[in-house]
């Protein structure tokens, strides 16, 4: 169950393209139904943030895992399109001064930096916001049952007991570090949340067992916790150059991390640990899997 880098880094760049234009046309400037008007300083930011380069790396796992179980491609690419925005968001609201405050992202400057924070607030408002529409809309081409079930998965992949909960966590955690049980609660739910739901979504596209949804899902806790750990330590070992954004913040505001606690061999290993149990996940998919199975390392080998 293997696949060679240089086809699994093209298959990658084949569906972040594609991703990419269909981000484009979602946010052109035409209206759209019920839409009273689109003001172009916000329309202009929005696209900012989320056209501004990357992997496009959670809704490769949308599109792969529904791939893997049967799913529509063209779904699964507006599914994880939405997923992006609501991804693109965090970030837009996470370099916020009052958040982490990051001047650059992805090598260029970020939302706040680049138009003003106030626009930035309202770009993160409105892409969530999007989200929603992108999977409810008529030309997301799936059973009204999934996608109730798809925007329930996101609301809390995304909410207070997801992502937003682990970015008040990781606030929180400036203040008072964390022991290593509670790094994991803060990383699984700021990082891990998104990652699950983009797995965990392709089964719910493809309209999968519920012993299929809750074995992608699974692997999707796993790779979210091995992308944290690589994050972690690139943070430490790696530079702004080649991430694209500042690195050593962690250390410089006293966050805890289980690189901090537990030191870079101890976290190479747990990497490793963490590849091979979500690869451990997909045998059952023999080849099929291969593609997936080769996110797995590529998440915990990856240098940005």
Not at 77 to 101: F, I, K, T
Request: hydrophobic share 45%; aromatic share 4%; proline share 3%.
């Amino acid at each position: 169950m293997s696949q060679s880098p240089a086809a699994f880094d093209e298959r990658l760049k084949i569906n972040a393209r594609e991703i990419e234009a269909l981000l484009e046309a979602l946010l052109a400037k035409p209206v759209l139904a019920d839409e009273i008007a689109r003001p172009e300083s916000l329309r202009s930011a929005m696209h900012y943030a989320v056209l501004n380069g990357g992997k496009r790396l959670r809704p490769f796992l949308v599109v792969e895992s529904a791939l893997l179980l049967g799913g529509d491609r063209q779904a699964a690419l507006r599914v994880g399109a939405a997923l992006e925005c609501v991804h693109c968001y965090s970030l837009v609201h996470d370099d916020l001064p009052a958040m982490d405050d990051d001047d650059l992202r992805r090598g260029k400057p970020t939302v706040h930096i680049a138009f003003d924070e106030a626009t930035a607030i309202l770009a993160g408002d409105s892409l969530l916001t999007y989200a929603f529409d992108i999977i409810a809309a008529p030309e997301t081409a799936l059973p009204d049952a999934r996608k109730t079930a798809l925007i329930l998965a996101l609301a809390r992949s995304a909410g207070l007991g997801g992502m937003a909960g682990g970015q008040a966590l990781d606030l929180a955690a400036e203040k008072a570090a964390p022991d290593a049980s509670g790094i994991i609660t803060l990383q699984t739910m700021k990082t891990g949340a998104l990652i699950r739901f983009a797995c965990e979504a392709g089964a719910i596209v493809a309209g999968a067992s519920e012993e299929d949804r809750k074995r992608l899902r699974a692997f999707g806790e796993k790779i979210g916790l091995a992308f944290q750990l690589a994050d972690d330590l690139l943070d430490i070992t790696s530079d702004a150059e080649t991430m694209g954004k500042a690195t050593g913040k962690d250390a410089g505001r006293g966050k805890g991390t289980l690189v901090a606690l537990n030191g870079i061999e101890w976290a190479e290993t747990e990497l490793r640990r963490h590849v091979e149990d979500a690869t451990a996940l997909l045998e059952p998919y023999g080849d099929a899997a291969a593609t997936l199975s080769s996110t797995a390392r590529f998440v915990a080998n990856r240098k940005s």
